[in-house]
């Protein structure tokens, strides 16, 4: 009854940790998806950003300088209405005429078309940009060269990451951001230079393109991965964060974009514990349930077949002694006897038999209420163990005289009157002396004791038979079981005996043990609690 419980509770166990195996890697498949989709979602709109930002910046520097004419250079305001949100200077350059000894000048006035500087600093800008980005570069890569080689009312643009405010300051290079233009008019080819104001771009523009959200962080980081704009990440998983580069202005840069949820490590981190937690100790729960089905699966197999032995047993049991009866009982009918004696004798055996085939049937029946868990015990208080035991004796005398064995038995004077079934413990003692009969006649002794210790009642039945092998001492208590050695050999049994007189010693809250050796016989207590309390 207990063992199916159990195999139910296992049972449900192993079920629930295959639903909760199954429900977690439904949700961290679920999980995924939405974090891929997620990922897709950032991209597309790190991308659109991005774009955004370079077509302000890009479609206002091509306005303004396409808007740049040689002659109106002088008029003022005239190109107002044209300057982006970032212009901080824009310069008019051409050739200078062979034999000038440079590469380009400024177009008369047009080297202040507009600025945001005060005269010094527009002064000193200009200088500084006359000396390094003007002058000629290694491999045609200085910017006059490259002013040449456009093609007419093209943009382009560059990053410069020298300049005046580094070698002042120890902070990082201050990029220039400039865009450029190669035009005609009249005859005549000149090239425009918008210088877009970084300062503006990373603290006014980005921060109003790449809105924080409450989801969402954004960051622009240089080529360094210096953070240029928006506050750094405390912490993101690689695959919460996507990158996309700047291709039109500052070239070398690039938006991040990250989730906001996943800032938080020590909760990922705990995250993933519990879950390998859960997920070990599900996977434990279904191999330890399916080690367990798999034993009880093949403990019931074993037991199926030790109940059809049972059952021929049995059989074989109520077999003999009714033809045993049913033959002696014949011959006294017909009245096939020489003497008084022998019908006597005939009589004692018919007895004798019918007493061994009511104890079997007694023994089967207890056994069937026991397996069906009925209450089988009538516990009396004040019982006189001694005589319990004695009776027992008394009872199987017969049988051991039949045997041509001796029975001694040694009972104390006297003992605690003890709480507990007579009749079951007299079964119990009764069961023992016939395995001693049955399995150890070549003994020729039986010894039955009686002692008190204590609280506790020592009841053992000795005998100095063939003994058992000490691998099936622990097993010949299970039902149906029976010695290998004995299978073989023509001794009756069903296997019952002893699971009877185990449970009867459970029922009183005691418990029975064997000690044996082999060829030195075995002695099988009985230890039970004087005042039978289970
Ligand atoms: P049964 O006697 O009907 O086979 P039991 O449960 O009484 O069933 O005994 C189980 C097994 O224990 C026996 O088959 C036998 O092999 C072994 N056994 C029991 N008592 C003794 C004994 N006194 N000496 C040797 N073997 C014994």
């Known amino acids: 009854m207990r063992r199916l419980l159990v195999l139910n509770a296992l049972i449900f166990a192993v079920l629930a940790a295959a639903a909760a195996l199954a429900y977690y890697s439904f949700s961290a498949t679920s999980e995924q998806t939405s974090r891929e989709?997620?990922?897709?979602?950032?991209?597309?709109?790190?991308?659109?950003?991005?774009?955004?930002?370079?077509?302000?910046?890009?479609?206002?520097?091509?306005?303004?300088?396409?808007?740049?004419?040689?002659?109106k250079l002088i008029e003022p305001d005239f190109i107002?209405?044209?300057?982006?949100?970032a212009v901080a200077s824009v310069y008019v350059l051409e050739d200078c005429d062979p034999g000038d000894g440079c590469e380009m000048k400024f177009v008369t006035g047009g080297h202040n078309v507009t600025s945001a500087r005060t005269d010094a600093e527009s002064n000193a800008y200009r200088n500084w940009f006359m000396a390094r980005v003007l002058a000629p570069a290694p491999e045609g890569q200085g910017l006059a060269e490259r002013l040449k080689r456009l093609k007419l009312n093209t943009r382009d643009h560059l990053i410069l990451n020298v300049g005046l405010v580094a070698k002042q300051t120890n902070?990082?290079?201050?990029?220039?951001?400039?865009?450029?233009?190669?035009?005609?008019?009249?005859?005549?080819?000149?090239?425009?230079?918008?210088?877009?104001d970084t300062n503006t771009i990373t603290q006014v523009l980005f921060p109003q393109f790449f809105v924080q959200s409450a989801k969402r962080l954004y960051q622009v980081v240089d080529e360094t991965g210096l953070v240029?704009?928006?506050?750094?990440?405390?912490?993101?998983?690689?695959?919460?964060?996507?990158?996309?580069?700047?291709?039109?202005?500052?070239?070398?840069?690039?938006?991040?974009?990250?989730?906001?949820?996943?800032?938080?490590?020590?909760?990922?981190q705990r995250k993933r514990f519990i879950n390998s937690l859960l997920i070990g100790g599900a996977v434990g729960v279904i191999?330890?349930?399916?080690?367990?089905?798999?034993?009880?699966?093949?403990?019931?197999?074993?037991?199926?077949?030790?109940?059809?032995e049972f059952i021929s047993?049995?059989?074989?049991?109520?077999?003999?002694?009714?033809?045993?009866?049913?033959?002696?009982?014949?011959?006294?009918?017909?009245?096939?006897?020489?003497?008084?004696?022998?019908?006597?004798e005939y009589a004692e055996i018919i007895w004798r038999e019918s007493v061994r085939l009511g104890r079997l049937i007694d023994n089967v029946l207890d056994f069937a209420k026991m397996e069906r868990g009925m209450d089988v015990y009538e516990f009396a208080e004040d019982v006189d163990v001694i005589e319990t035991v004695a009776r027992a004796v008394e009872l199987s005398g017969r049988r051991?005289?039949?045997?041509?064995?001796?029975?001694?038995?040694?009972?104390?004077?006297?003992?605690?009157?003890?709480?507990?079934?007579?009749?079951?413990?007299?079964?119990?003692?009764?069961?023992?002396?016939?395995?001693?009969?049955?399995?150890?006649a070549d003994g020729k002794k039986?010894?039955?004791?009686?002692?008190?210790?204590?609280?506790?009642?020592?009841?053992?039945?000795?005998?100095w038979g063939p003994g058992i092998d000490p691998e099936e001492q622990h097993r010949i208590f299970e039902r149906f079981y029976r010695a290998k050695s004995i299978r073989l050999k023509p001794i009756r049994g069903s296997g019952i005996g002893l699971a009877l007189v185990q449970h009867i010693a459970r029922a009183h809250g005691g418990e029975v043990t064997v000690t044996s050796k082999p060829n030195e016989g075995s002695t099988f207590s009985i230890l039970l609690p004087i005042d039978g309390k289970t």
């Open 37 to 71: 989709r997620e990922r897709t979602l950032m991209q597309d709109l790190a991308e659109e950003k991005v774009a955004n930002f370079e077509f302000l910046i890009s479609s206002s520097d091509t306005k303004l300088m396409e808007r740049i004419e040689l002659d």
């Open 80 to 85: 107002k209405g044209a300057i982006g949100p």
């Open 171 to 196: 902070a990082p290079p201050k990029p220039y951001l400039l865009s450029f233009m190669k035009r005609a008019s009249n005859g005549r080819t000149f090239y425009v230079i918008v210088e877009d």
């Open 228 to 268: 240029r704009s928006g506050d750094p990440f405390v912490y993101q998983a690689d695959d919460t964060l996507v990158e996309r580069k700047f291709v039109d202005t500052f070239d070398g840069w690039a938006l991040r974009v990250a989730q906001r949820e996943t800032t938080d490590v020590s909760a990922e």
């Open 287 to 308: 191999v330890i349930g399916l080690v367990a089905l798999a034993f009880a699966v093949r403990r019931e197999r074993r037991l199926n077949d030790l109940k059809s």
């Open 313 to 344: 047993n049995v059989s074989h049991e109520l077999k003999t002694p009714l033809s045993i009866i049913s033959m002696f009982g014949e011959m006294l009918a017909l009245g096939r006897t020489k003497s008084p004696e022998q019908a006597h």
């Open 400 to 440: 051991v005289a039949a045997a041509e064995m001796t029975m001694t038995s040694i009972l104390p004077e006297e003992m605690s009157p003890a709480r507990l079934d007579a009749n079951a413990v007299t079964l119990a003692v009764m069961n023992l002396i016939d395995n001693a009969v049955k399995y150890a």
């Open 446 to 463: 039986i010894e039955v004791s009686l002692r008190q210790e204590g609280d506790v009642i020592m009841l053992a039945v000795r005998d």
